[in-house]
């Protein structure tokens, strides 16, 4: 086999390997290390891919118990069985993390199973069992990824005291589940449990929901949440968590300092994640990280080895599938000569509940601690007549404009098919696009769409259906 490479990617993760197919495709000779088995890092293996799968199936269960009967749809004994619902979700994982192997051969990326040390910066040594083979690389790119973050001292057994991996593949539904942390994973993961049946108890250490998301979106989220049955325990951080006979307690404090146990059947720790460098002899290499343990980069993403590079969750910015791509191809590009370049500024957040919630660009709060004016634009779902006919009318859109200018600044959404509508947001941002010229747009009727035609005249006062 050959061991000469022009670029080798550590990591086959959304970052890496959409980076190693991109450089394949511009001509370099290129490996992609996973030391998994199966390629496609946490997102396709244990994270965004299952996760939406379980979504998707425990929001048709919810409509079809809850509210089919009151649309004239009757159905008769609806159950849920666990067993099928896992492995149907397997299924989309397997084929989808194969796709990617397939994809890997069309491109001509050699794909090397097992774990990746640097040893210099043109040195790479896979360990797979007992072997070793050494391999040389022009340009390394680092995309490792991250890990669940804990709350010192608690054991995540990923049965009783799980992680986001251990919540996608319980083999029942738990009576009740406690959830530390009250961000993407908590909040996705709650929807699914409680959808099922489980009574779901989330706390959370700050006041408010989903930290650094438009606090009036956030309030809103929820308030939705709470009316979906989820309870909450606000300004209340975890001190420990211990296992009882049956039951996993859950010692918490809150912001006057009063201390409280709390007890369930599982309990979920979605306190954040960290980045994976771990084993890959970074301190030798004297490869810098910040106070954080994220590597450093600048912005052609070099860190501070001008041939290593590094992306993804390893780095700063959201822990994002997306974000990596992007950086993932930005790399390839910037490695064959080009112009590589990721636009941080238009990186779109979507927390797949029901409603969904997506946002692009600056919060209110950002601009408000930016000095800078704006105008607000919004539009309730309310008086969206798809959303109407489909029932679906919680939530609505709000677009944040240059008070001067009147360039889109941030949209933020909550609603039905947000995660797909904020695309055309962040197109309508990468173009420098006015709230004028989204306003002037023709929109499909009836469509979910309209909402941001109207919130985007709504910027100017001048709303037609509200
Ligand atoms: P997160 O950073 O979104 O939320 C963690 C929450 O835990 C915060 O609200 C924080 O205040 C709270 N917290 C921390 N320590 C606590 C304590 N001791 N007691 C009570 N509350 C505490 O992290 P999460 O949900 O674990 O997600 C990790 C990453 O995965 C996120 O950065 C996100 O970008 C990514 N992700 C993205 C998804 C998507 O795009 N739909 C889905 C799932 C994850």
């Not at 009757?74 to 849920?80: H, S, V």
């Not at 001067?404 to 904020?422: A, E, N, R």
Request: proline share 3%; net charge positive.
């Amino acid at each position: 086999m050959e061991n000469n490479f022009d670029l080798i990617v550590i990591g086959g993760g959304p970052g890496g390997y959409v980076c190693a197919i991109r450089a394949s495709q511009l001509g370099l000779k290129t490996a992609c290390i996973e030391s998994r088995g199966t390629l496609g890092g946490t997102c396709l293996n244990v994270g965004c891919i299952p996760s939406k799968s379980l979504l998707n199936l425990s929001d048709n269960y919810q409509k079809a118990k809850n509210e089919f009967d009151k649309q004239g749809i009757e159905l008769k004994d609806i159950k849920i069985n666990v067993k099928k619902m896992m492995s149907n979700k397997d299924k989309s994982v397997q084929i989808l993390t194969k796709g990617v192997e397939f994809l890997f051969k069309k491109n001509k990326v050699t794909y090397l199973k097992g774990k990746g040390v640097l040893f210099s910066k043109n040195d790479v040594v896979l360990y797979n069992g007992d072997q070793k083979t050494s391999y040389k690389a022009k340009n390394i790119v680092i995309a490792t990824g991250s890990y669940p973050s804990t709350i010192p001292g608690v054991d995540v057994d990923e049965k009783n005291i799980i992680s986001s991996t251990g919540a996608l593949s319980l083999d029942k539904i738990p009576k009740s589940l406690i959830i530390i942390g009250g961000g993407y994973i908590g909040l996705e993961m709650g929807s699914v449990w409680s959808r099922l049946g489980s009574e779901v108890t989330v706390v959370e250490g700050l006041d408010h929901i989903t930290p650094g998301m438009d606090k009036e979106i956030s309030k809103e989220f929820q308030k939705i949440l709470i009316k979906q049955g989820i309870k909450f325990k606000m300004s209340t951080r975890v001190l420990s968590v211990s296992k009882d006979v049956n039951l996993i307690n859950v010692e918490c404090m809150d912001k006057n300092k009063k201390k409280e146990i709390i007890s369930a059947e599982k309990v979920l720790i979605s306190v954040g994640r960290k980045p994976y460098t771990e084993g890959l002899n970074l301190n030798k290499l004297g490869i810098k990280k910040d106070d954080k343990g994220r590597i450093e980069v600048n912005n052609r993403l070099q860190t501070n080895l001008e041939n290593i590079y590094a992306i993804g969750d390893v780095i700063k910015g959201p822990m994002l599938a997306h974000k990596a791509e992007e950086e993932g191809i930005a790399v390839a590009e910037i490695l064959a000569g080009q112009a590589g370049h990721v636009n941080y500024d238009v990186i779109p957040g979507v927390i797949y509940t029901s409603p969904e919630v997506a946002t692009v660009g600056k919060t209110e709060e950002q601009l408000k601690k930016e000095n800078q004016n704006y105008k607000v634009g919004k539009f309730p779902f309310l008086a969206n007549s798809r959303a109407k006919v489909n029932n679906e009318t919680d939530g609505f859109v709000k677009i944040l404009a240059d008070a001067k200018t009147d360039k889109v600044l941030g949209v933020h959404i909550i609603g039905p098919h947000s995660g797909d509508m904020i695309a055309e947001m962040a197109l309508a941002m990468e173009f420098g696009a006015s709230s004028e010229d989204i306003a002037r747009t023709c929109h499909a009727h009836p469509t979910h769409t309209e909402a941001i035609k109207e919130a985007a005249l709504a910027v100017d006062k001048r709303p037609i259906h509200f």
